[in-house]
Every structure is written in structure tokens, then in C-alpha cells.
């Protein structure tokens, strides 16, 4: 089954505290993004990659990081979560960069 | 950079009614253009799409579009809505000037259906 697979589904942590939310796709897609979506603000686009070791930024890419060095996995980093980050993220993959994206079924991210 | 604007954040019909949910862009290179559906709880689905060819578009569901070029216009619309419709609705774009690689969504309509 194509899937987009996101993990954790749920995160209660704390300021400061690194984490990471795993992304992996199984339709060899070559792109890849991760979005986080807040009420009355639709889905911004955080970061997204072409391909392997091809990174950029999207609208909102501040206090994240990417990595890109397999095909399927595309990780979301958070190096110093803090509080404005709290929000449901959503890993999506698609053909190319014009193509429809498929999604995961996000992460809730709580930073307290 | 590109913008999507969504006409009115919530809408409301009757079961039976005719939906309507706007969507502007503002490239005037037409780019590629979504709809997308989000359930409570769920990822987004893809509803339906235009990259190039006849500007009136069929998706899942009953869900058609109409790519209007002079309007920098892609509206969804459904002729009789159902109760199992009510959820919310994003409009997208890609390519076109300014955009590069990036997706661009609106803010969103929820739908709600009133039986």
C-alpha cells in the first residue's frame, strides 16, 4: 500500500529538549516536504527536497532542520523546540515538485 | 513568492444544495492547481487537480473545478452537497512565477453540511 508514514503520531515535550519526527515514504518519490498547519493559517510549507542531499527552504523554515540522505526518509528536526512551535505537522511526498502530494496523518506537537 | 486566497473560512449549505468554494491565486503564469479534502483527525486527500488541458476538472466524490485563466480563478464546486461532505477544504498551487519548487495552500473553507 503507498503510504506516507509519519512518527511520533503525538509529542508532549518540553523547551530545549531536541527532537526528531520521522517521515518515510514507500512510492519512490523523489519529493518530499514537511508543512506544519495552524488554525486560520492553512498549511505553510517548512522545508522540501528535490531529491537526495537537495534541501530548501520553504515560507516558514526558523528553528528547524532537514536532511535528506535517503530517498524515502525525510526527518524534521527540531534542535531547541520552543513553545511557537507547538502545532500538527505533515510529512508529504509527491512524483516532482508540480505533482499532487500524498500525505501522512501528522504529528501534534506540544512544546510546553 | 505566490498567494492563494480562499473565499470565506466557513461555509454552510443544505443537504441537496449546490457547493461553492472559491480559490484565487495570483501568478499570472498559470501554475498547478489542487484541491484538497482533510477530515477531522485524518492527512489530506487529494480531491482533484489542473496542470494543463481542458479547464473544467473532474475529482472524487461529484467534485468538479473550473481553471479560469483571466480570473486567476480555480473555484470547486459539487451540485448537490451530502452530508458526508462536510470537512475541510484547501486550495493549492505550485510552479508559476515566483514559486520555484514550493507549495502553496490556502487557509482553508470548512464546510459544513445542514441536513
Known amino acids: 500500500e503507498a503510504q506516507v508514514t509519519q512518527n511520533p503520531r503525538y509529542l508532549i515535550t518540553v523547551t530545549g529538549k531536541k527532537l526528531t519526527v520521522t517521515c518515510s515514504q514507500n512510492m519512490n518519490h523523489e519529493y518530499m516536504s514537511w508543512y506544519r498547519q495552524d488554525p486560520g493559517l492553512g498549511l505553510r510549507q517548512i522545508y522540501y527536497?528535490?531529491?537526495?542531499?537537495?534541501?530548501d527552504k520553504g515560507d516558514v523554515p526558523e528553528g528547524y532542520k532537514v536532511s535528506r540522505k535517503e530517498k524515502r526518509n525525510f526527518p524534521l528536526i527540531l534542535e531547541s523546540p520552543s513553545p511557537n512551535q507547538t502545532s500538527l505537522y505533515f510529512c508529504a511526498s509527491s512524483y516532482n515538485g508540480n505533482q499532487p502530494q500524498h500525505f501522512g496523518d501528522g504529528t501534534r506537537l506540544s512544546i510546553l | 513568492a505566490q498567494s492563494v486566497t480562499q473565499l470565506g473560512s466557513h461555509v454552510s449549505v443544505s443537504e441537496g444544495a449546490l457547493v461553492l468554494l472559491r480559490c484565487n491565486y495570483s501568478s499570472s503564469v498559470p501554475p498547478y492547481l489542487f484541491w484538497y479534502v482533510q477530515y477531522p483527525n485524518q492527512g489530506l486527500q487529494l480531491l482533484l487537480k489542473y496542470t494543463t488541458g481542458a479547464t473544467l476538472v473532474k475529482g472524487i466524490n461529484g467534485f468538479e473545478a473550473e481553471f479560469k485563466k483571466s480570473e486567476t480563478s480555480f473555484h470547486l464546486t459539487k451540485p448537490s452537497a451530502h452530508m458526508s461532505d462536510a470537512a475541510e477544504y484547501f486550495c493549492a498551487v505550485s510552479g508559476g512565477i515566483g514559486s520555484g519548487n514550493q507549495f502553496y495552500f490556502g487557509t482553508g473553507t470548512s464546510l459544513t453540511v445542514i441536513p
Open positions: 527536497s528535490m531529491n537526495v542531499e537537495v534541501t
